[in-house]
């Protein structure tokens, strides 16, 4: 009887289809819900990674039309009302401001200076909440991969025991199959959560960067047009 055990254990596939193929039902739906996850994580990296490459390149030649020593209302007139970059938006969202502050006389109302601040600061958020779209997604599945997949792996045990308590056979050539097909989902929820974690880091810390250089222009051109509301 056990050389007949060992023989069919010896005959058994062992590759990821067919552990799959074999699992319970509900370890296959955490299985392929780990899976879907795995390929939506590289699919955000990979969206992110060209957004900010975008990004940083807009950026980049804006900085040069901003610097080139182009009149600031020319350049405002060149993007007109569909800015392309960030960097234009926010340069908008101040100038946009700062035309609504001059009255019929050509006079500016007073707090000029702190409405156009706030106007950056507003599009400033709007571009942070543009960066960071999809890094939630990322920390879900770094933080809840593992765990959905160690459930897996509990259900398919705890089926693998049922099924050995049935056979009443405790042979290792019984029990590796029914164990193997377990532990698959904790491989895939690693395989999903690890480069969902390196993603969202590397993202994290790029979009923070990008911001950051945001922050910065807004706060020259905010030394710009002060100097220019202090002359007026």
């Keep these: 009887m056990e050389t007949e055990v060992l023989a069919a254990?010896?005959?058994a596939d062992f590759s990821m289809w067919s552990l799959f193929w074999r699992a319970t039902p509900v370890v296959k739906i955490v299985m392929f819900g780990l899976l879907i996850a795995s390929v939506l994580v590289w699919a955000v990296f990979i969206q992110?990674?060209?957004?900010?490459?975008?990004?940083?390149?807009?950026?980049?030649?804006f900085d040069r039309a901003f610097w080139s020593g182009e009149p600031l209302d020319?350049?405002?007139?060149?993007?007109?009302?569909?800015?392309?970059s960030a960097s234009e938006r926010i340069f908008a969202a101040?100038?946009?401001?700062?035309?609504?502050?001059?009255?019929?006389?050509?006079?500016?109302?007073?707090?000029?200076?702190a409405r156009i601040d706030r106007a950056m600061d507003v599009a400033i958020s709007r571009e942070r909440d543009r960066l960071a779209?999809?890094?939630i997604f990322l920390a879900t599945v770094g933080?809840?991969?593992?765990?959905v997949g160690l459930f897996g792996t509990v259900w398919g045990i705890m089926h693998a025991f049922t099924e050995i308590a049935a056979q009443?056979?405790?042979?290792?050539?019984?029990?590796?199959?029914?164990?193997?097909?377990?532990?698959?989902?904790?491989?895939?929820?690693?395989?999903?959560a690890i480069p969902a974690v390196v993603f969202y880091n590397k993202l994290t810390?790029?979009?923070?960067?990008?911001?950051?250089n945001y922050e910065s222009f807004a706060d020259e051109f905010a030394t710009i047009l002060s100097r220019q509301l202090d002359a007026a």
């Design 143 to 147: 933080s809840v991969g593992p765990f």
């Design 205 to 212: 810390r790029d979009s923070e960067r990008i911001a950051g």
């Design 94 to 113: 101040a100038m946009e401001e700062w035309n609504r502050s001059h009255r019929d006389d050509g006079g500016l109302i007073a707090g000029a200076q």
């Design 48 to 61: 992110k990674i060209g957004q900010f490459r975008l990004a940083r390149r807009r950026a980049a030649a």
């Design 168 to 192: 009443q056979n405790t042979n290792l050539a019984v029990v590796a199959p029914g164990i193997a097909e377990a532990l698959l989902a904790t491989g895939l929820g690693l395989l999903a």
């Design 9 to 11: 254990a010896g005959e």
């Design 133 to 135: 779209n999809g890094l």
């Design 74 to 84: 020319e350049l405002y007139d060149q993007i007109g009302d569909t800015p392309r």
